[in-house]
C-alpha cells in the first residue's frame, strides 16, 4: 500500500455481500485510491494521524459480511486515533532514550577530555615553570650559555603548549576550513627538527633513537604552526603506542608536484579495518581504551582535518601484525624554490 493521496488519509468502511466481485476496478466502487482493484472482503481503513504527522494506516479485515454501525464506525475511530497517540509517544520516548544515552557518552568524552587535556598540558607547563624558576633563582650565577640554554628549554615548552592548545580548539569545530589556514613555503625538515626538540626531553629518557631521512631543500605549501601541529600529533601517536626504547624513522618521497611524509614506528600495527575509523572523533582502538596510555581520540581526526585543509591527504600503513609497526602518512603540495628564485623582480628571461 502506498497512500498517495488525500483520499488515502480519511477513514473508509468498506461492506460486503455474498456476491463474489474478485478483479472488480477500483473506479466501480467508493474506497481508498491507492487501492488497485475492489477487494472481496469487508475491511475498516483507518489512518493513524497525530496532528499534521501521518503515522501510518490501520486496516481491519473480515472473513464473514459486516456491517459497520454508526457507533462501532465512532469505536474504531477513536482506537485508531488512540493506536496513533501511541505510536507518536512511543516514537518520542524512544528519541528522548537516544537523546538521553547520547548526552551520557558525551558528558563521559567531556570528562575523559578534561582529564586527558589537563594530562597533556601539565607536562609542558611544568618544564616551563622549572626553567623559569631556575632563571629566578640562579640568574646572575649562571652563564651566558647556560641562561640562553633554560630560555631556549622555556621556549620550547611554550610552543608546545601552544600546539597543544591548538588542538583543543581545533577539536570544538566541526570542521576546519580553508579559512583557518595561512599557506607559504615552509621548510619541512626546519619543522621536524624543531617537533623533534619539544619531545627530545621524552625521547631521552625513553631511550629512543629517531631517524630523520628529509632533504632541507624541501619546502611545502602549508601553514607553519598547522604543519608542527599535525607532525606533534604523529610523532607523538608514535611515541605513545610503540614500545620504550623502540626506533622511528620519519622520511620523506619527493614527486613532480607534491611530497610525502612517513612515520614509522614498531609498535602493535593497526588492522586495516580499524584505519579509517581512527581519522573520527574521539575514536581508539578498543585494545587502547583498557590501557595505561592516554588518549581523547582527537589527534589523528584534528591531522586529518588539517592536511585536507592545507590541500593534502592522510592514511594509514599496517598490516596490524604486532611487530610491523604502522606508518601514518600524509601529503601536501610542493614549493619549487628554484622556479620562484627566477621569477623574481628584475630577473630577465632567456630569449635566446
Known sequence: LKPAQELDWRPWFYEVKDEPHDGEPVSSFKGPPCLATRPNFPYAWLPLQSGELRVGLLVLTYVRPHYFLKEETHVLEMFANQCASALENTRITVELRLAYERQKELDRLKDQFIVTASHELRTPLTAVQGYVEL??????????ETRA???????????????????????????????????????????????LEILEALTRREGRLIQVDIDPSIYVMSDDVRLRQILLNLVSNALKYSPVGSGIEITSEVYPLYMIVRIQDHGLGIPPDDQQRL??????????????TRGAGLGLYISKQLVEAMGGHIWIESTGCEG???VFAFSLRLHHVQQEESEEPGSQPDLS
Open 279 to 292: 581519522f573520527e572523533r574521539f575514536v581508539r582502538l578498543e585494545r587502547d581504551m583498557n590501557s595505561p
Open 324 to 326: 610491523d609497526g604502522s
Open 149 to 195: 640554554n633554560f630560555i631556549s628549554r622555556a621556549s620550547l615548552g611554550c610552543d608546545e603548549l601552544t600546539l597543544l592548545v591548538e588542538n583543543i580548539m581545533d577539536a570544538s569545530r566541526v570542521r576546519i576550513d580553508g579559512e583557518n589556514v595561512r599557506l607559504k613555503p615552509v621548510s619541512l625538515h626546519d619543522s621536524v627538527i624543531h617537533v
Open 135 to 144: 632563571l629566578y633563582e640562579y640568574n646572575t650565577s649562571l652563564s651566558v
